[in-house]
């Protein structure tokens, strides 16, 4: 028997619908029942595509009003003790509050009832939200589970059962998703000392256990449990805890399929196979070579899913060779599933009618809606034999044939120029201790000096006029009038609040990717193509299909602009090489190395003509360095070898008092300083705030040769950090680096948040620096 199936489905709509619902009711303009309702609308729209599709079941459990794993702290009731709750919020309300904070103490409404900046100003306290970081090798965004010893588990919320009821309702035959107990606990946090995850699961599990049950009185067909840790490389006892964690999960009776996706399982394939459970899930795209040890290694009565159609990236499957992959596999295992390689939460839900994609490049790609379609002609030609589905696979072939002989994507001057590369194209002039002595003396800052990430907010101005110029209603010199109005306007609120070094503000700019993926050869974007970032954020990645170049400069306007308007520096403000590999769709017929590579030189263009311009300071961001690092250390060195050095090549053609910044953010760093430290940026500024400065001590261990700024407050939130909440963090940080090292920034850009909100932040962040600065001129340091 062949089946048909899909571990996730995109939450957000087509058009969005889940992230305007949302902020909205953070506004205050709809409720919690009219918020639900877009919620069960979208539900049930999703479902019935998977219906038509013609999968065999129906995923329920991955739908999130904000984070999955957010979910999964309500149901199994583990909501810090730290958040207050005393019973009196609703279910909703304390999930907006753990996804996003408290602006300050209560007064009698909650925050995920409102958003208003005003309300924000000037106070402190409240609660920070719950660390974010990202999932796995995505540049998806997940909320930690808090763990400490007050710590208790029990079934808290009957939202998965309601969902399950909705689907049953519409005649929909449920499997239902649930992140399985081990990763659950992996992917959470120790927030005090001396308490071990893996103590907590024999807790954890008689819950699980519980809510299986409950499943299964449900009528639920198969329950999905999620164990991506699976390919990684485990601690021993993590490992050994699998099979006692399924035996006893196996006491529920009801169908368990153990999913495992993103990497290959290697030396943990017997394992996963031997455990007690109804059917195994693989990723045949990241680990199509293990599809047939799994295939001998797994027992006849389980049930073999195989991960064929790539959940990660748009590029429409090859149906000839994923059925050359799957017919062993079919004639081997007495009941084979079909499925994408892991949740399709990472692509959009449709490419089939997006017009602003040409004809041509349409029809190499594949969204959520048409991978399952994919699936039905994998399925059909197994089971009924190719000429069942010939239209659909000469159209595969042709697709495949048309891509690889189009003229679109290979430039032989970009080849000859990677191979003429000068041996030492990726090393600046001097080590950082000539330049940090040429920099000081250019800039003359103060100790702690201060600046922000890059953007500022994004108002309704600015995207209405970006709107109109894009529809054709607003002409290019009226719009780039306007931006340059909202660009003096960022630049006065700068000075009157005394910041350091100054941004533009990056009014002009959709997408910190996108918007340089507009002006580079090889790159083409979508209308509709959004993916989640986290909560409400979507992003639009580019479709990187083809050779990278630049034919005129991006930045170097509007940054002059902004550097004319003042005495102060203005930051050129620029995304790194393996950010817009890592945040792009990136093409999958050569090594992503040399995709960074051809980008890289493209940006180090960018650099020279900025330079050039007499702009002093340059920040190339990468916050997506640690996203690409692999998940098995033995890749990590290649991998780092060739990021760090796509960063060096686009970053090392400056003098040594031009200074180089870059920003990293949301990930664990601690385990790659080394490569961090290769990258050679005099200053880099990191996300520290929801690790209370965590991060920062793996750095000053590590003694970190350059200058560090670490976040000293979270941009997600509406929450105004007081002077004295950046004071603590930033004396927090001084133990750890030394002050001559250290500068003072938000932890990232502010293109979210409101302008009553970031002046009252930036003004506390201000003056906190300036305390720091009579503590030091006390102690007798010198700048």
């Known amino acids: 028997m062949i089946r048909i199936h899909t571990l996730g489905y995109p939450r957000i709509g087509l058009q969005r619908e889940l992230k305007f619902a949302l902020e909205g009711h953070w506004r205050g303009e709809t409720d919690e029942a009219q918020l639900e309702a877009v919620g069960a609308a979208l539900r049930a729209r999703h479902w019935q595509q998977q219906a038509q599709a013609g999968l065999d079941f129906v995923t329920v459990g991955d739908f999130a009003f904000y984070d999955h794993v957010a979910n999964h702290i309500q149901l199994f009731g583990c909501e810090p003790a730290r958040f207050g709750f005393d019973g009196g919020e609703s279910t909703l309300a304390r999930y907006f509050t753990l996804a996003r904070g408290v602006a300050r103490e209560p007064t009698g409404r909650h925050e995920g009832q409102h958003d208003s900046a005003a309300c924000c100003a000037g106070h402190g306290g409240g609660k920070p939200a719950l660390e974010m970081t990202k999932w796995f090798d995505t540049n998806y965004h997940y909320l930690v589970p808090e763990f400490d010893r007050a710590t208790r588990f029990a079934l808290a919320s009957d939202r998965l059962l309601a969902e399950v009821a909705e689907a049953q309702a519409l005649g929909h035959q449920v499997k239902v998703a649930l992140l399985g107990p081990l990763t659950f606990l992996w992917l959470g946090k120790a927030k005090e000392d001396g308490i071990d995850r893996l103590d907590l699961l024999d807790e954890l599990l008689p819950v699980y256990v519980q809510l299986l049950v409950q499943l299964k009185r449900a009528g639920v067909a198969w329950v999905q449990l999620d164990e991506p840790i699976l390919g990684l490389d485990l601690p021993g006892a993590w490992l050994l805890a699998f099979e006692r964690a399924y035996h006893q999960l196996a006491t529920s009776q009801v169908p368990l399929l153990l999913a495992t996706y993103f990497s290959p399982l ?15 899930h693989v990723d045949g795209v990241r680990a199509a070579h293990e599809l047939q040890a799994v295939a001998d290694w797994l027992p006849d009565n389980k049930v073999l899913s195989a991960g064929i159609v790539d959940g990660r990236n748009i590029w429409r499957t090859d149906l000839d060779r994923a059925l050359a992959l799957l017919r062993p596999l079919a004639q081997r295992r007495g009941e084979l599933w079909l499925a994408p390689s892991c949740s399709l939460l990472h692509v959009p839900l449709s490419l089939r009618e997006d017009a602003a994609i040409d004809a041509e490049l349409r029809g190499w790609l594949a969204g959520a809606e048409e991978k399952l379609d994919e699936l039905r002609v994998l399925r059909n030609a197994l089971v009924e034999g190719d000429g069942s589905v010939w239209t659909e696979l000469c159209a595969s072939r042709a697709a495949a044939e048309a891509r690889a002989a189009s003229p679109r994507v290979r430039k032989p001057e970009v080849a000859r120029r990677l191979a003429s590369l000068a041996p030492g194209a990726d090393r600046r002039a001097s080590p950082f201790p000539v330049r940090q002595a040429a920099q000081a003396a250019r800039f003359q800052l103060p100790l702690y000096p201060t600046t922000t990430i890059g953007s500022f907010p994004q108002t309704a101005a600015i995207r209405a006029a970006r709107a109109a110029f894009k529809r054709g209603d607003l002409a290019r010199e009226d719009y780039e009038a306007a931006m340059r109005r909202e660009i003096a306007q960022a630049v006065r609120e700068q000075e009157l609040l005394g910041i350091d070094v100054l941004v533009h503000g990056e009014a002009e700019r959709n997408d910190m990717v996108e918007y340089f993926g507009e002006q580079l050869d090889g790159f083409a974007f979508s209308a509709n193509g959004w993916v989640q970032s986290y909560g409400s954020r979507c992003v639009k990645p580019p479709v990187l299909f083809g050779d990278v170049a630049r034919s005129q400069a991006m930045t170097v306007a509007w940054s002059a602009y902004a550097q004319g308007l003042t005495a102060r520096p203005v930051k050129g403000m620029l995304t790194g090489p393996v950010t817009i590999l890592q945040w792009s769709f990136v093409r999958d017929d050569q090594p992503r190395a040399t995709t960074a590579l051809q980008i890289a030189l493209a940006i180090r263009d960018e650099v020279t003509d900025l330079e050039a311009a007499g702009i002093g300071i340059i920040q190339i961001d990468e916050p997506a360095l640690r996203e690409g690092l692999p998940l098995r250390r033995a890749l990590w060195r290649d991998y780092l070898d060739w990021a760090a ?3 060096r090549i686009a970053a090392s053609n400056i003098a040594d008092s031009t200074q180089l910044h870059t920003h990293m953010c949301y990930a664990e760093f601690n385990d790659i300083l080394p490569a961090i430290a ?6 880099i500024t990191i996300e520290t705030s929801r690790s209370d400065m965590e991060l920062l001590r793996g750095f000053g261990d590590f003694a970190y040769p350059n200058a560090i700024g670490p976040g000293v407050y979270d941009i997600h939130s509406p929450r105004v950090p007081s002077v004295d ?3 603590r963090l930033m004396r927090k940080a001084a133990a750890a680096i030394p002050p001559a090292q250290l500068w003072v920034n938000p932890d990232c850009g502010l293109k979210t948040r409101d302008w009553p909100e970031t ?14 600065r009579s503590e030091a001129a006390l102690r007798g340091q010198a700048a």
């Open 266 to 280: 290697e030396g943990q394939l017997s394992v996963a196979c031997k455990l007690p459970v109804a059917g195994l």
């Open 645 to 647: 050095r796509a960063f």
């Open 678 to 683: 290769a990258m050679d940026a005099d200053v």
């Open 725 to 727: 909440d950046i004071l």
């Open 759 to 772: 002046r009252a932040a930036l003004r506390n962040m201000v003056e906190a620096a300036k305390v720091l």
